[in-house]
């Protein structure tokens, strides 16, 4: 009733029942507990659950909040330097974060990759896109966070052949993006790791994992974001998967890229 700001008289307003009533539940030293209707009607009126009101569990949230609060589901804008993505890496500040993206990793991406890939992207130009990784590269480098990125082989395969989602993609700008990673995977590392995964022996969704703070999943148009502790840790679990089976190591990494041969070049 204190954190609600609700009186006696309030109270027994919003649940239809006798001030006295109320005051005869909150006389100190003896316990009377309320019938269902009555116990129901007060935890609706002061925002609780009824487990928190009988001392059956320590969060006073009711269910429903307590699972909006460990999942909930945000407007997503495609790319991983979007302001939403931006601000959970400032939330992680010194924590590892682990991801598994949906292309090549936005923040090691070229300038030139950037503008083919975001030249035909509605809801935000090119140089939106380049300000924005800009801005999630240097938290990253002026930061203490070391980040793992967990990468299906076929993707950087792909890339090299100009296929698939990088059909039409240029030679030049290909060569010139693997080159920009080979060297970010030497300068940065240890602290930015890329391991190579096989998704026919295994496979992950979009996935980022922003310390003990919040895990991601890209599932298009939103975001599906869990902070309970158990999800976290089976999250985390799925990614330290993909990096136990890795078929190529961050150490690896480097060398791998530069051994592909890129399509036109």
Known sequence: M???HCSRSQ???DTGVDRSTIGQLLVEGQTRLPNGQLLADAAAALSTST???LGLTDRPERPGDLLASAVSMTGAERSAADQQIIDWHREAA???IRHVPATLPDMLKTEAMLRWEYDSFLSRT???AILATHEVVDWFQADTSDYEIALPIHELNAFAA???YYSGLQAAVRVEQLDHLAALCEQMYPRLRLFLFDARQVFSAPLTIFG???AVIYVGRFYLSFRESER???LTSQFDWLVREAVVDARDLAGHIRSLNVAGA
């Open 212 to 214: 003990p703070r919040v």
């Open 11 to 13: 109270l027994a307003r």
């Open 126 to 128: 090119p140089d939106q």
């Open 2 to 4: 204190r954190q609600s």
């Open 51 to 53: 487990d928190w009101l």
């Open 162 to 164: 100009g296929a698939g």
């Open 94 to 96: 010194g924590y590892k």
């Open 232 to 234: 976290l840790r089976s």
